[in-house]
């Protein structure tokens, strides 16, 4: 089974995050769950973009290249996230000659056009969704497979940004099932 580096979203590292790792577990997956924020979680949105804010962007890849250090000696470490975890995810995989796939969750970031990578790449998101709009998902798709990366990309109509978050209004447990669903024979397969 697969070695899961999972990143929280820009809510923190709450009850959700644990529950989706220890849905991981169960499946026979070892997963380590970093604090990027160092013990602050948020309530809103705005109070998470606060905090990613306050934090900076270059801090909280380096707390992510910090968490995943330990992890990436033996080789084929997973990387995923929830939105905010899922770009910080996708910027340590693409960076990670030895990576062994690339779980996103709700999110995505951008790219670097020399970006070179044949990691297997699962993407499940909202469907419309505020924060990855249907053209930036195009561009980020043929982007990612120009890159060499073998993408799947699943929409859920009607959903809310974290529809997989049962503590938050954005949460639909019949998409989260499904996401869930396939999201773990994606794994079961690396």
């Known amino acids: 089974m ?9 809510y923190g ?16 997956h070892e997963v380590h769950v970093p604090d ?21 962007r270059d801090e909280l890849l380096r707390r992510g290249v910090a968490a995943a250090a330990p992890l990436v000696d033996a080789g084929g470490l997973v990387y995923a996230g929830f939105s905010l975890g899922a770009a910080v995810a996708q910027n340590l995989a693409l960076a990670d000659a030895k990576a062994g796939g690339l779980l996103l969750m709700h999110g ?17 998101v909202a469907d ?15 982007r990612m497979r120009k890159a060499g990366a073998d993408v799947e990309i699943f929409r859920y109509r009607g959903a809310g940004h974290l529809f997989t978050d049962p503590d938050l209004p954005d949460h ?10 396939i999201a773990l024979d994606f794994l079961a397969t690396l």
Not at 15 to 28: E, K, N, S, T
Not at 176 to 181: G, L, N, Q
């Open 2 to 10: 697969a070695r899961i580096l999972l990143l929280h979203s820009m």
């Open 13 to 28: 590292l709450r009850p959700a995050v644990h529950q989706a790792a220890d849905r991981l577990r169960a499946a026979g």
């Open 36 to 56: 990027l924020y160092d013990g602050r979680v948020a309530d809103t949105s705005e109070d998470g973009a606060a905090i990613k804010d306050d934090i900076g």
């Open 108 to 124: 995505t970031s951008d790219m670097a056009d020399d970006a070179s990578t044949e990691i297997p790449v699962q993407l499940h």
């Open 128 to 142: 419309p969704d505020t924060y990855e709009p249907a053209d930036w998902l195009n561009a980020w798709y043929l």
């Open 172 to 181: 639909d447990p019949e998409s989260a099932e499904r996401a869930w669903t």
